[in-house]
Structure formats: structure tokens, C-alpha cells
């Protein structure tokens, strides 16, 4: 059974930056593409980034040019760094990793304020 363990959430202030980390373990299988989405207190959870297993990456609009992800195959470990934080920015972050079926972590918070 696929498990997924997020680390790195925290409180920062405006400017700021995170890193996250999200490990994948027990999936059989090709990690077709693995990233983040993230869902604010009464908002859609949003695509963050994701990264395929050929490099290929992919950015929300409302990230685009603060963010970065990056994977380590052989680690089944993606990582998403974060800059120039703003308290939109505040939510719970959700690893995911799509295989043969769609895993999902347990979401990890991230705080943007002053």
C-alpha cells in the first residue's frame, strides 16, 4: 500500500521561504508524476507543480516564478522550494504522487504571516 510522508511546513513571515519534502513508499509500480496541490480554508485545492519521471515540470499560475520542484527518482523523493512567500500562500499542502492509482499525503501546513 502506497504511503506518503510530507515534511518542511512551517510558519514564515511575507518574503519568506519553505522547502518541502515528500517521500513516496510501497508503490508498485512507475511514479508517473509526482508534485503538490494545495487548499486554503475555503478555497479549491489548486495545483502547485508537479514533475514527471522524464523531468517534465509544470507550475500553477499563482506559483509561477517562485517555485521550484524538483524529484529524486532513486529516492522516490520529490521537493518543492518555495520563495517570496505572501500570506496567500497560506494552506495545507498535499503531496501526490500519480502511479497506476492516484496516492495522496496527509498535507502539511504552510503559514505565511507577519
Known amino acids: 500500500q502506497g504511503h506518503l510522508v510530507e515534511s518542511g511546513g512551517g510558519l514564515t513571515q511575507p518574503g519568506g521561504s519553505l522547502n518541502l519534502t515528500c517521500v513516496a513508499s510501497?508503490?508498485?509500480?512507475?511514479?508517473?508524476?509526482m508534485g503538490w496541490y494545495r487548499q486554503a480554508p475555503e478555497k479549491q485545492r489548486e495545483l502547485v507543480a508537479y514533475?514527471?519521471?522524464?523531468?517534465?515540470?509544470n507550475y500553477g499560475d499563482s506559483v509561477a516564478g517562485r517555485v521550484t520542484i524538483s524529484r529524486d527518482t532513486r529516492k522516490n523523493t520529490v521537493y518543492l522550494q518555495m520563495n517570496s512567500l505572501t500570506p496567500d500562500d497560506t494552506a495545507v499542502y498535499y503531496c501526490?504522487?500519480?502511479?497506476?492509482?492516484?496516492?495522496w499525503g496527509q498535507g502539511t501546513q504552510v503559514t505565511v504571516s507577519s
Open positions: 510501497g508503490i508498485n509500480g512507475r511514479l508517473y508524476r
Open positions: 514533475i514527471t519521471q522524464t523531468g517534465i515540470v
Open positions: 501526490y504522487v500519480l502511479s497506476a492509482t492516484t496516492y
